[in-house]
């Protein structure tokens, strides 16, 4: 159980820290808390106190923590999505009056049932991560190249060269990420750890 307890705990406290990030920055902005607002927080602060709990407890529990490195690195890379997912919830949430981002409402349930399967080394698991990965990492790369052209504006007008700049950036690091995802689930222990035949990936 030492690996549900420390990636589950690191999940939670993300997934909480990303929650309340939006909602202190709109508490910054306009000096006032809404009951939404309250409530974010306290869902929030919830998960990031019960989520330490976890993660220490996991953390004692060492010996149990089987997962080869490469399978580590895959459930970090969920957990990461998971609370960018996370933070697009809570800023609709907290500065667009309630107003739910669909597709980060939409891909938060399916990243954390591929953790799931990513921690009980579910093989149906793997093909999705893999697949998935593969897919997005094309996508962050051909927006990455798009971006500099593309006509890109916000409510304010076109978008400027640091704003480009830091979209790229970003989509780089994504990709990136995912890469190290991929190419680690696709490493002989990792395969061995899903139930596959130990085979160049």
């Not at 080869?68 to 957990?79: E, H, K, L, S, Y």
């Not at 999505?81 to 891909?107: K, Q, T, Y």
Request: hydrophobic share 60%.
């Amino acid at each position: 159980m030492g690996r549900w307890f420390l990636a589950g705990g690191l999940a939670a406290i993300l997934v909480g820290v990303a929650l309340i990030v939006p909602a202190a920055v709109e508490r910054l902005e306009k000096g006032s808390f809404n009951e939404l607002m309250i409530g974010v927080t306290a869902v929030g602060s919830a998960l990031i106190l019960g989520g330490l709990v976890a993660a220490v407890g996991g953390a004692l529990d060492w010996h149990e923590l089987t997962m080869p490195t490469g399978v580590r690195i895959a459930v970090m890379a969920n957990i990461v999505f998971l609370a960018c997912f996370a933070l697009e919830i809570s800023d609709g949430l907290a500065r667009r009056g309630g107003a739910i981002h669909p597709i980060g409402w939409a891909m938060f349930w399916p990243t954390l049932l591929l953790l799931y399967g990513l921690l009980s080394a579910r093989r149906w698991a793997w093909w999705i991560a893999r697949g998935v990965a593969a897919i997005v990492i094309v996508w962050f790369l051909g927006f990455a190249v798009l971006i500099p052209f593309a006509d890109l504006r916000t409510e304010q007008g076109p978008i400027p060269w640091w704003g480009r700049l830091y979209m790229i950036c970003v989509s780089l690091v994504l990709a990136a990420m995912l890469s190290g995802g991929f190419f680690s689930l696709g490493a002989t222990s990792a395969r061995s750890y899903f139930g596959r035949a130990a085979t160049k990936a």
